[in-house]
């Protein structure tokens, strides 16, 4: 199967102070951009397939966890590099025919958005997962 490559943006509300990012598979934290409200902004892709259940199969340097239970980790570290808290972004939500859309569509990246003050696997805000067009 062919691995298509798709672009993802995570804003985070309420990012905690300090050594906050996504964070790769090497565990290096990706502070991302301060947005002007205070929010937090990463740009990332991901390599995409479609599973042998028919779901989207995400892998990359970000991509973590299963197969079945695919996510992002958001890291707060403190200075001597302890984790404080990591933040779970599941990418189970995305279905196959939405990773269509993005892949037909050239421009198309996914975007979701979560409170940085949560732990573990948050709830995704708004409508989670939505598909975004730079038309």
């Avoid at 906050?20 to 290096?28: A, S, T, V």
């Avoid at 995400?58 to 990591?86: C, M, P, Q, S, W």
């Amino acid at each position: 199967m062919i691995n298509n490559i798709i672009r993802l943006q995570v804003v985070c509300i309420h990012p905690p102070e300090g050594i906050f990012g996504l964070q790769n598979k090497q565990e290096e934290i990706v502070e991302g951009e301060l947005l002007p409200e205070g929010q937090r902004l990463w740009t990332l892709e991901l390599k995409v397939q479609k599973g042998e259940d028919g779901n989207p199969n995400f892998t990359g340097a970000f991509a973590h966890g299963t197969v079945k239970e695919r996510f992002l980790y958001l890291t707060h570290k403190r200075e001597d590099n302890t984790i404080i808290k990591r933040i779970k972004i599941h990418l189970k939500s995305i279905s196959w025919a939405q990773v269509e859309t993005v892949l037909e569509n050239p421009g198309s990246y996914f975007e979701v958005s979560v409170d940085g003050r949560g732990v573990a696997s948050v709830p995704l805000l708004g409508d989670g997962w939505v598909v975004c067009t730079n038309s």
